[in-house]
C-alpha cells in the first residue's frame, strides 16, 4: 500500500561532524550504560558487589520484558493484528478512524519508514533483514514479502517467537522468515550480515543505548541501512543537563508498566551513530503523525469486546492500559517524542 501523505512535522539530516549543541558521546555512554560504568566503579572499589546488582537489575529487566509481552501479545493481536506499533496518520487525522483504518495506519508506519531510509521497493540490495525487537513478526513478514527478502527476527518472548512462527507458517512463509528469542544487546549473528536492520519500537526497552547501537551497527553489512523508530524524550534545550523533575517523573511512571529503563533523546540516538562515523545519517521526529494512535487504543480497549479481553488477559494487561493516558499526556505536553533515525553503513 503506498499513501500520498503530508511531510513529517518535522526533519533534520546531519553530516557526520560532531555538532557542538549536541551533549558528548562519552556522557551519553556514562548515562545509558549502567552495566559497564557500574563494573568499572566495581574495578576501581576492588568490590563485586556492584557488578552483581548491575548484573541482577539486567537480568530483572528481560525477565520483565519477557513476561510483559508472553502476558499482553495475545491481547494485542485480537484486538489490533499483527503489528505491534503506532501507525502514521495524516496530521489531521480523527481518533474515530475504523479498525481497518488504524491498521492501514500500522502498514503505513512500515512504509513511511522505508521511504524515509530511501529504501524503496526498487532496491535489488535487501536480500537479508534482522527485525530486532520482532513482537508477533508483523514487519518481517511485510518487509520479506515486499522485498522477497530472508528476514529473522528476535524477541525476548518465547510466546511472541512461537506465534510469529505459527503466522509465517500460516502465510506460506516459513521459507523466507524466522523468529528466535535473542537478546537485542548480544545478538545471534556473524558481523555484517544484514542489508536491513530494522528496529521497530523496541529501543525503549534497551538498558543500553550504545551497546544497542553498535550491535545494530556490528551486523549490518557494509553499505546496508539501519533503520530505528522508538520512543523518546525531548531534546534537551543549549545548557540543560537534564529533564524537568515533572517531567521524569510522568516517565518514570510509564516505565514501571512498561518495563522500560532510561529513555534517551532522538539527539542522543545522532550523537552515537555520529561516534561510530555512520554515512546519510537522518532523524525526524513524527509525535504529530503519530498522535491519534492511544487514543484510538483507549478506545477499543473501552469496547465490550476489548474489556473481556482485557480481564481475561491479567494484571500486566489491565496496568498496561491504566497506564495509557499517560503517553497521550507526555504527547501533548512534548516530553515524549516519537523519533525516527535511519543511517548507513560505510562500504
Known sequence: MKATLAPPSSLISLPRHKVSSLRSPSLLLQSQRPSSALMTTTASRGSVAVTAAATSSAEALREGIAEFYNETSGLWEEIWGDH???????????????????????????????????????????????????????????????????????????VQAKRANDLAAAQSLSHKVSFQVADALDQPFEDGIFDLVWSMESGEHMPDKAKFVKELVRVTAPGGRIIIVTWCHRNLSQGEESLQPWEQNLLDR??????????????????????????????????????????????????????????????????????????????????????????????
Open 254 to 347: 510509564i516505565c514501571k508498566t512498561f518495563y522500560l529503563p532510561a529513555w534517551c533523546s532522538t539527539t542522543d540516538y545522532v550523537e552515537l551513530l555520529q561516534s561510530l562515523s555512520l554515512q546519510d545519517i537522518k532523524c525526524a521526529d513524527w509525535s504529530e503523525n503519530v498522535a491519534p494512535f492511544w487514543p484510538a487504543v483507549i478506545r477499543t480497549a473501552l469496547t465490550w469486546k476489548g474489556l473481556v479481553s482485557l480481564l481475561r488477559s491479567g494484571m500486566k494487561s489491565i496496568k498496561g492500559a491504566l497506564t495509557m493516558p499517560l503517553m497521550i499526556e507526555g504527547y501533548k505536553k512534548g516530553v515524549i517524542k516519537f523519533g525516527i533515525i535511519t543511517c548507513q553503513k560505510p562500504l
Open 84 to 158: 505491534m506499533h503506532h501507525g502514521f496518520y495524516h496530521p489531521d487525522s480523527s481518533v474515530q478512524l475504523s479498525d481497518s483504518g488504524h491498521r492501514e495506519a500500522q502498514i503505513r508506519m512500515i512504509e513511511e519508514s522505508l521511504r524515509f531510509a530511501g529504501v524503496t521497493e526498487e532496491e535489488k540490495k535487501i536480500k537479508r533483514v534482522v527485525d530486532v525487537g520482532c513482537g508477533i513478526g508483523g514487519s518481517s513478514r511485510y518487509i520479506a514479502s515486499k522485498f522477497g527478502a530472508e528476514c529473522i527476527g528476535i524477541t525476548l518472548s518465547p
